[in-house]
């Protein structure tokens, strides 16, 4: 039997293969969670000048006693036309442009109005603060405000428009294909006799892929035979990424590596030292790439987590496609890492993840009490309760 392919370099040999989709124009409000195509430079400085940053009154001078002798008003849209003169004091709002000749603001808790008669009430601290956003002080015009490869976030939406944006460069967004086989599926729905089972392989893996995908067909179930097999990878020619689910093993009934042949793609690999998973498949047709997810449950959740969303996130030019990892204790003791590196159920309360005494790569119910997957290498040390573990978010 052929050596398993080492989990990274499967990884890296999936996502060599990902050439960026074309760029186009996203209107701003339908950027939430794609990837830049270009750095994005700030069209404007912000603030564009001076502003307050609370409610009191703009001061000129260092006179800190008071009383002062109120004149105008600066409100936020509404600028102040005067100049602040020494033992003046302009009134002010949060975000509104300080006036020529003020130097601070004082806030109005800390004092009481007498006609027009401003006095101090509490004390100031040293240094005195002074309340005022300086221009430029968040961006200045020019100056990078995200990366190409960043996934826009809602906060990085706002510092986009804040810059003068209303539509950014992105990639597009992949298209892809998910096709479930097996004579054993039925519908969603549908009686199943006792030699059925309910097709939910599709429909999850739509849902896993949604957040990274632009269109998504779901081709199937499609039936172990060659014949339809071949006209579903037909029905998906459009698609950037193919998606199959079951029949990659080495039954007689598992076609995908020969309908896949047969189709015309070539194999770039198969087979991965990891747990579940290991008859993962990937192959290549002019442009498009073609995942074969094994048809366990759980085998098709963790491939489609660490293979397909960073294949489609590659094809979107992100900057790490990879999932990101993190570190936290065990609430019980793990044995030692097998010959594959085994990915098991955890549920991470905050401060532990309790990991699920199920292995078996068809259980969904301990899929979906899980919100991690503990990574185990191959050959790892046991780990006693409290040991760290490296996991990753669902
Ligand atoms: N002799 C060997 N047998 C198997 C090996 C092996 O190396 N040698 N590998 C095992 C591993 S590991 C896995 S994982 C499975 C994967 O096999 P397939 O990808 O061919 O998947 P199927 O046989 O088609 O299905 C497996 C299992 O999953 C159910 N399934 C399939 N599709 C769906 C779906 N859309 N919705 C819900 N459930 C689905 C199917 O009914 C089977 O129970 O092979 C091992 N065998
Ligand atoms: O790799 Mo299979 O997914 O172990 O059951």
């Known amino acids: 039997m052929s050596k398993l392919l080492d989990l990274a370099e499967a990884q890296a040999r999936l996502l060599a293969m990902a050439v960026p989709l074309p760029v186009e124009q996203v209107p701003i409000e339908a950027a939430m969670g794609r990837y830049l195509a270009q750095d994005l430079p700030a069209l404007r400085q912000q603030p564009a000048v001076d502003l307050s940053a609370m409610d009191g009154y703009a001061l000129s001078g260092e006179d800190t006693s008071g009383p002062w002798r109120l004149r105008g008003e600066s409100a936020a849209g509404h600028p102040y036309q005067g100049v602040v003169q020494k033992g003046e004091a302009c009134r002010i709002s949060t975000g509104a442009v300080l006036p020529e000749g003020a130097d601070w603001v004082l806030l109005q808790e800390d004092t009481r109005r007498e006609g027009d008669r401003l006095h101090l009430t509490g004390t100031l601290p040293h240094p005195l603060p002074r309340?005022?956003?300086?221009?430029?002080?968040?961006?200045?015009?020019?100056?990078?405000?995200?990366?190409?490869?960043?996934?826009?976030?809602?906060?990085?939406?706002?510092?986009?428009?804040?810059?003068?944006?209303?539509?950014?460069?992105?990639?597009?967004?992949?298209?892809?294909?998910?096709?479930?086989?097996?004579?054993?599926?039925?519908?969603?729905?549908?009686?199943?006799?006792?030699?059925?089972?309910?097709?939910?392989?599709?429909?999850?893996?739509?849902?896993?892929?949604?957040?990274?995908?632009?269109?998504?067909?779901?081709?199937?179930?499609?039936?172990?035979?060659?014949?339809?097999?071949?006209?579903?990878?037909?029905?998906?020619?459009?698609?950037?990424?193919?998606?199959?689910?079951?029949?990659?093993?080495?039954?007689?009934?598992?076609?995908?590596?020969?309908?896949?042949?047969?189709?015309?793609?070539?194999?770039?690999?198969?087979?991965?030292?990891?747990?579940?998973?290991?008859?993962?498949?990937?192959?290549?047709?002019?442009?498009?790439?073609?995942?074969?997810?094994?048809?366990?449950?759980?085998?098709?959740?963790?491939?489609?987590?660490?293979?397909?969303?960073?294949?489609?996130?590659?094809?979107?030019?992100?900057?790490?496609?990879?999932?990101?990892?993190?570190?936290?204790?065990?609430?019980?003791?793990?044995?030692?890492?097998?010959?594959?590196?085994?990915?098991?159920?955890?549920?991470?309360d905050g401060a532990v993840i309790q990991p699920n005494p199920m292995r078996d790569s068809s259980a969904l119910a301990a899929l979906a009490s899980a919100n991690c997957l503990i990574e185990r290498p191959i050959g790892a040390d046991a780990v006693q309760a409290g040991g760290l573990v490296r996991a990753y978010l669902l």
Request: charged share 15%; glycine share 10%; hydrophobic share 45%.
């Open 131 to 348: 309340h005022i956003r300086r221009a430029g002080f968040d961006f200045a015009q020019g100056q990078t405000l995200l990366r190409a490869g960043q996934r826009i976030t809602p906060a990085s939406l706002a510092l986009a428009i804040s810059g003068g944006h209303a539509s950014l460069p992105m990639r597009q967004r992949p298209r892809i294909a998910i096709l479930d086989s097996g004579d054993e599926l039925a519908p969603i729905g549908a009686p199943t006799a006792a030699h059925q089972i309910p097709a939910s392989n599709g429909a999850m893996l739509a849902a896993q892929l949604q957040p990274e995908a632009g269109r998504i067909d779901r081709l199937g179930p499609v039936s172990d035979r060659m014949d339809a097999l071949l006209a579903a990878l037909d029905a998906a020619s459009e698609a950037d990424v193919i998606i199959t689910s079951g029949g990659a093993s080495v039954g007689d009934h598992d076609l995908i590596r020969p309908a896949l042949e047969q189709w015309g793609a070539d194999l770039a690999f198969w087979r991965v030292a990891l747990r579940p998973g290991k008859p993962l498949m990937v192959a290549q047709k002019g442009r498009q790439i073609i995942i074969g997810l094994p048809g366990n449950p759980v085998s098709s959740h963790v491939t489609a987590f660490l293979f397909v969303l960073p294949l489609l996130r590659a094809l979107q030019g992100a900057e790490h496609p990879l999932p990101k990892p993190f570190y936290a204790p065990v609430a019980s003791s793990l044995p030692a890492g097998g010959e594959r590196c085994e990915f098991l159920r955890g549920a991470w």
